[in-house]
């Protein structure tokens, strides 16, 4: 479990990113996070890994309070937890299999990885990735050589060859046409599901979290303002979350091709 106890985070420039947030966020679950751009969406999501550090309160993970962990530690609770963005962040121009493998990196000593000596069980376990997303044809392709979906398909991958407890996913269809987005969110629902992966999705889109969401958390000026589960959500909800109408903007449309 993933507990935030009060936690506060201030920008080294005086903005407070997140404003005294409590939550609980249990084992297996589903999680998508709506809010305004500038809500603090991304920020709350990168406390979990501390890409960005909290400033006040704890962050417990298992019990334990992350916010205290010195590098090493930091380290190895990153490799349990799989990332994906917006941009995907692949290595452009080396192969689908190597951007996969490197999902492995924090799991295999560094001398290793930087020859590329990946043992035969990563390299299975990597094409088994690409596979279960649908894409393991192309794994000896540049990573260049893809469309976005694709490329998102490859960090999905990638994050799955951590062998994650969690995975965080920054906006990751924010960059997708409707039907590849459907694509890529049934592909992380599934790995939820089939795994028991905690995950928690930043979307814009307000029918996307309602198709895909076992739980909402609302954000406001770094503050959470609705949690709840996807059951109890209405269009009144959403308007209490963005202090304003629904606008057709805030809905993706479409599905899966
Ligand atoms: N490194 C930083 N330094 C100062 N302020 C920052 C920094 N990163 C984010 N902020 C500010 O903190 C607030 C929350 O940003 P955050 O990126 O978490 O919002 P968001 O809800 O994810 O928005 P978006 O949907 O636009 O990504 C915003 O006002 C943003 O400008």
Redesign the pocket.
């Known amino acids: 479990m993933i507990e935030f106890k009060n936690v506060s985070l201030t920008?080294?420039?005086?903005?407070?990113?997140?404003k005294n947030v409590n939550l609980k966020l249990n084992d297996g679950e589903f999680i998508v996070?709506v809010?305004?751009?500038?809500?603090?969406?991304?920020?709350?999501?990168?406390s979990i890994n501390q890409l960005?550090k909290p400033t006040e309160g704890e962050l417990l993970i298992d019990g334990e309070n992350t916010l205290k962990y010195k590098e090493k530690q930091l380290r190895k609770l990153r490799t349990r937890i799989g990332m994906i963005f917006q941009n995907y962040n692949l290595v452009k121009r080396t192969s689908v299999l190597r951007n996969v493998l490197s999902g492995r990196l924090g799991h295999t000593g560094t001398f290793r990885s930087l020859l590329g000596l990946f043992s035969q069980a990563d390299v299975k376990l990597a094409l088994e990735s690409l596979d279960r997303v649908g894409i393991v044809e192309k794994a000896y392709i540049r990573a260049d050589q893809l469309s976005g979906g694709q490329q998102q398909r490859v960090s999905i991958a990638r994050a799955l060859t951590q062998k994650p407890k969690v995975i965080l996913a920054?906006?990751p269809v924010?960059s997708l046409d409707p039907p590849t987005s459907h694509i890529v969110m049934k592909d992380l629902k599934k790995i939820n599901r089939e795994d028991n992966i905690t995950t928690i999705v930043?979307l814009?889109f307000i029918d996307m979290a309602m198709e895909y969401a076992d739980r909402i958390i609302g954000?406001r000026g770094?503050e959470v303002v609705f949690d709840g589960p996807v059951s109890s959500v209405t269009e009144k909800t959403f308007e209490e979350i963005y202090g304003r109408k629904i606008k057709e903007d805030d809905v993706l449309g479409g599905d899966e091709k």
């Open positions: 920008y080294p420039n005086g903005h407070q990113g997140l996070v809010g305004l751009s500038g809500a603090g969406k991304s920020t709350l999501i990168r960005v920054d906006e924010a930043n814009h954000m770094g």
